[in-house]
């Protein structure tokens, strides 16, 4: 059987003429930093996740920076981290001048494994940061139960509208934090989000995000002595999302919901139509939870495949379809195994989740077409 090569992207964005749209107003009034949009966007987003305060910032990497910082964490401090998630979920505790200390994961899941974290706390932990990652939240109530006292930092940089025993990812933890790069469900090119329910920690934040000023901009230019600087009282960072950015987020998020349902039920077409390969684990989603579906990690199980995972994923590239391994193992990258002096093996679901992982495409702008197209390549690998 001869069949039309396709080209299938691992991720795409879905974004377009309403977006294009979006971005006029900001730029023919010329209020281009955080203003009016990016008000609402934070108001859309908090209602949404069901949380007091959202707080737009540049991305989830300084999103998680700025959630630290509004907890006091700082040199001498430990903060218990993933060893399996992006990379900055790691760097953004040293950002603090703090030190990450790598908890293993669960493979099954790719979250941190609840089991792994009580014997790594010692005086001086502070603060977790549980990563939902891919979407599928981590199992909080173990993790709380876990890490008693701890401050908690959700890394939801994959679960924009994902929720766990029904309370949606952001409203967790102490913080929670987003991403709205072109990679996540629903993007603003690149951004982030501040979430939580303490009123203090929200007024924290809306400092630290604007150098540290004692009021935003938009509330000086409006204010009765615009003239007037306001007063710095704490160090901040410019961490500031645009509001052309914000004007996009609003029509994002407006879509939010119908983008996962459209995921949700091409991962279940994905599960059923793959449940045949006996090397490969789909993703699941446990009982109580809402999967965002950021993306569809499967792991392969070199013990009953035909070949290595890397062999695997070369054919599909030769077929035009992207793979991807999950993430990475942090603890296995260069700086962290270097600065730390870990070896692979001391985070052996980590090492297994970085070794055998395989994200397979979903996203919003494939066609049944090309799921089958995928489906049909992975049976015939034999
Ligand atoms: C994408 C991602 C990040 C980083 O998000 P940015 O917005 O690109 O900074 C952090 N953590 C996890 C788990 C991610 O998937």
Redesign the pocket.
């Known amino acids: 059987m001869t069949k039309e090569k396709r080209t299938i992207h691992i991720a795409l964005p879905c974004t377009g003429e309403e977006e294009w749209q979006a971005c006029k107003e900001p730029l023919m009034t010329g209020w281009l930093t955080s203003g009016p949009k990016v008000r609402q966007f934070e108001g859309d987003f908090a209602k949404m996740h069901n949380v007091d305060h959202a707080c737009a910032v540049t991305?989830?990497?300084?999103a998680?920076h700025m959630a630290l910082a509004a907890l006091g964490v700082g040199p001498g401090d430990e903060v218990l981290v993933p060893a399996f998630?992006?990379v900055?979920?790691a760097n953004a505790v040293l950002y603090c001048g703090a030190t990450p200390v790598f908890v293993d994961v669960d493979p099954e899941t790719f979250n941190m494994n609840p089991t792994d974290i009580a014997h790594r706390i010692t005086a001086r932990t502070k603060a977790i940061i549980p990563?939902h990652?891919f979407g599928l939240c981590a199992d909080m109530d173990a993790i709380k139960a876990a890490a008693p006292g701890l401050k908690i930092v959700e890394?939801g940089?994959?679960a924009a509208g994902a929720s766990y025993k029904g309370v949606f990812a952001g409203g967790l933890g102490d913080l929670g934090t987003f991403?709205?790069?072109p990679?996540?469900s629903v993007t603003t090119g690149?951004?982030?989000m501040v979430t939580t329910n303490d009123p203090e920690l929200g007024a924290k934040l809306e400092i630290l995000r604007n150098h540290g000023a004692s009021i935003s901009e938009e509330m000086r230019h409006h204010g009765a002595k615009p003239y007037l600087l306001p007063d710095f009282n704490v160090m901040g960072f410019n961490y500031r999302m645009t509001d052309l950015q914000g004007a996009v987020g609003v029509v994002q998020l407006k879509k939010l919901n119908a983008f996962i349902d459209e995921r949700a039920k091409w991962a279940q077409y994905y599960k059923e139509q793959l449940a045949e390969i006996d090397w490969l684990r789909t993703p699941t989603e446990p009982k109580g939870y809402r999967h965002g579906w950021q993306s569809y990690p499967c792991f392969v199980d070199e013990d009953k495949a035909p070949m290595k995972r890397n062999d695997i994923m070369e054919i599909l590239k030769n077929e035009g379809i992207a793979t991807r391994p999950g993430?990475h193992a942090v603890h296995m990258l260069g700086f962290y195994a270097q600065k730390y002096n870990i070896k692979p093996e001391d985070f052996p679901g980590a090492q297994a989740s970085n070794d055998f992982s395989m994200s397979i495409p979903l996203h919003n702008k494939m066609e049944k077409e090309d799921f089958d197209y995928v489906i049909a390549a992975l049976k015939s690998i034999k």
């Open positions: 991305s989830c990497t300084t998680i998630t992006w900055s979920t990563v990652l890394d940089a994959c991403s709205f790069h990679r996540k690149e951004g982030g993430t």
